[in-house]
């Protein structure tokens, strides 16, 4: 099956700083990838869409001004975490789908990010 | 808005068993997609099977089947034959069928599943 890159894997970041994880699909081309949350045995919530060549869209409740998305090219998404506080402590997980809608959705390996 | 919920948080089964997990749905949708995922400790999402609403035969794949019942939106898996290495969570998901933009995934709250030896 296609490949989904994350990374990082882990990060710790200090309170007020940013990080930036990226999403890139290593064999195929992806239009829209997906960002996902996940708290601790918790299930895994929309946060945006990310499109290729234009703006993100945003779930209703996620901060667009916190969380950043940029999707530059066909093959990788990045999601900036601003002002990061610890309540922005969670897994982050992005997916692309390759082919026709409502086909497979490859996920990435997922974004542990701590804030401290 | 539609919505996926998975009401046994938690299930466990000998090795070697039969195991359904229960997964009910709700959409005005008539066209859309079904999944079952699979999240192992590791965290990566694994598809365990796929299901297209206008599909009336039940997918299946090796040790995995659902049933799917339209009517009544309930798409549950059966695991046949559990194995060590079925111990996860796994995640109901639903997608519509769009010929526009694409949408994400909703996951229900998941159930964790563990194979005792």
């Known amino acids: 099956g296609a490949v989904v890159s994350q990374h990082p894997s882990r990060v710790i970041c200090k309170s007020g700083t940013s990080v930036k994880i990226e999403c890139r699909s290593l064999d195929f081309q992806a239009t829209t990838m997906f960002w996902y949350r996940q708290f601790p045995k918790q299930s895994l919530m929309l946060m945006a869409t990310?499109?290729?060549?234009?703006?993100?869209?945003?779930e209703q409740g996620v901060e667009k001004d916190k969380f950043l998305i940029n999707h530059a090219s066909l093959t990788l998404s990045t999601l900036t975490v601003t002002s990061a506080h610890p309540e922005d402590s969670s897994f982050y997980i992005c997916s692309a789908e390759m082919g026709a809608r409502g086909t497979e959705a490859f996920f990435g390996q997922g974004t542990r990010l701590t804030v401290v | 808005a539609q919505t996926v919920t998975q009401s046994q948080p938690e299930m466990s089964v000998q090795e070697a068993e039969t195991v359904t997990l229960s997964c009910t749905y709700d959409?005005?949708?008539?066209?859309?997609?079904l999944f079952w995922y699979k999240q192992p400790p590791s965290r990566q999402m694994i598809l365990v099977i796929r299901?297209?609403?206008?599909?009336?035969q039940n997918a299946t794949e090796n040790r995995f089947s659902v049933n799917f019942q339209k009517a009544a939106k309930s798409f549950s898996l059966k695991i046949s034959d559990s194995q060590l290495g079925d111990t996860a969570m796994y995640f109901c998901?639903?997608?519509?069928?769009?010929?526009?933009?694409?949408?994400?995934?909703?996951f229900g709250k998941g159930t964790h599943l563990i194979i005792q030896p």
């Open positions: 959409t005005s949708e008539s066209n859309y997609y």
């Open positions: 998901a639903f997608i519509r069928y769009s010929g526009g933009g694409a949408d994400g995934l909703t």
């Open positions: 299901q297209e609403a206008y599909k009336q």
């Open positions: 990310s499109n290729e060549g234009s703006k993100a869209t945003y």
